[in-house]
């Protein structure tokens, strides 16, 4: 059973960058043809991709975040990292990482439980 785990602080400020971490048991991140994805839902809005890193670790963003995105990965501790830069109160969301069994297809077999970030001064 693959269990992901974000991790990261709750709060941010603007202009800030904000960083996550996801934790991956149960399975390697480097175990081909999985996409390891971020994905977050605003407050009152709809899920949002953000990107993945891939087992190969080749990274591909959605291209409105793309400018301020970056993804990457460790893969001795089998987590992947997510950085957000120059944020503003509209990243607030609940942030979360997933395993994509598609190339951005967006066919999550497991998920996080999800984190909370506020951005606010």
């Known amino acids: 059973q693959v269990q992901l785990q974000e991790s990261g602080p709750g709060l941010v400020k603007p202009s800030q960058t904000l960083s996550l971490t996801c934790t991956v048991s149960?399975?390697?991140?480097?175990?081909?043809?999985?996409?390891w994805s971020w994905i977050r839902r605003p407050p009152g809005k709809g899920e949002e991709w953000i990107g993945y890193?891939?087992?190969?670790?080749?990274?591909y963003y959605s291209p409105s975040l793309k400018s301020r995105a970056s993804i990457s990965r460790d893969t001795s501790k089998n987590q992947f990292t997510l950085q957000l830069s120059s944020v503003t109160p509209e990243d607030t969301a609940v942030y979360y990482c997933?395993?994509?069994?598609?190339?951005?297809?967006?066919?999550?077999?497991?998920w996080g439980q999800g984190t909370q970030v506020t951005v606010s001064s």
């Open positions: 997933a395993r994509d069994s598609t190339p951005g297809g967006h066919k999550y077999d497991y």
């Open positions: 149960g399975g390697s991140i480097t175990t081909s043809y999985y996409y």
């Open positions: 890193i891939s087992s190969r670790g080749m990274t």
